[in-house]
């Protein structure tokens, strides 16, 4: 039988307006929005009272050692909103002693009595979405802070770290913005570090359809940085995070020793989650669940799951993981990366069956060990660092075809 989950993931769909990069399922309420009351206060409180239907609708509650509310933009919600939310997941699951409850902020989006409210509800901690410190790629972006305002917010989660009142916070930036050559990108990183966070992400920008940077880069109007930019971008990351003492972790994830996001690590390690909100996606045995993207269909979907018993992936504990692909490409994500023999096993493989689909891999793998963009250390194969880890889709390609091949 598999392991009930441990972690849980809660979106929270809403933005003060959608950044030009983002196709998430997000809900924007503009600038003026209250979470308590006035403007866009009824559209959050209606959603809250959905989003805690589905977390008590689950049946087998267990401890959980990790959550992390996400969306969207968590800090757009009132303390209380978040403390009720953090007291329903304990009174109901329970949270283990030491759980890491971690929470998205953007700057600009809350004060310092914000913060002191999270944190005395229960966050302990923080993943801040800087994404530049220049204004004129902020805005180029269609973020709605500053330069300042993200300051200010590295200065507050500092200052809570230092004092011992947080465990940790991440400062999280995106590699190959519109603008954001060579010096500028240095200059973001170079910042970043003057506030010491003890997690770093870096994001590489993608061109989502349906976003503005699509509509531009379609019209021609995007001048992004060039191949040979986004490379020295990619290296300078490598040089000035290693120099200033982070590890690559994973590959969008750097931290200083003993500041790894465990919630984040049970996606990559293919561990279940639990999953609740507007357009999450949980997978608490295997098999993975998506919730409609839009409010009304969310909301039915969770009167009908409350009313008519839950989808079968949220009660098929005996579910065996199928897809083999997908677990090696997020173990490969990680720095230890996978160990083969192990993910085989736990697919099931017939006997007749495990050696030659081993086989077809391995040398499928073959030129990528050579080049040494793969290492193999026994059973467990890991990307190298830098190399593997930017050229890491040459070799899920290849995996893929091989799955396809093998199915
Ligand atoms: S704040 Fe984050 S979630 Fe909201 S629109 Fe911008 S990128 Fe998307």
Redesign the pocket.
Known sequence: MNKFPRSAYVHIPF?HR??FY?D?A?IPLGNKVEALQGYGSKTIKEYLYFLHKEILSIKNKTPLSTIYIG???PSILDPKQIKKLIDLFKENYGIVYGAEISMEV?PASFNQNDLHGFINAGINRFSL?VQSFNNQILQKSGRRHLREDAEKSCFWLKREYDSGRIKSWSLDLIQNLPLSGFKEWQDDLKKAITFSPPHISIYDLNIENGTVFKKLVNLGKLKLPSDEEAFSNSNSTHLILKNSGYSRYEISNYCLPRHQSRHNRVYWSGLGWWSFGQGSTSSPWGEKLTRPRVSKEYKEWVIKQCEDNLDSSLTNEDFIYKEVDEKIMLGLRLKEGIDIYKVFREQNFEDKYFESNLSKLLDEWARFIESGLLVRKGNRFFLSEPKGMELSNQILISMFKWWDEIN
Do not use: A
């Open positions: 933005c959608r950044c983002c998430f997000v969306g969207g933009t953007d979405g």
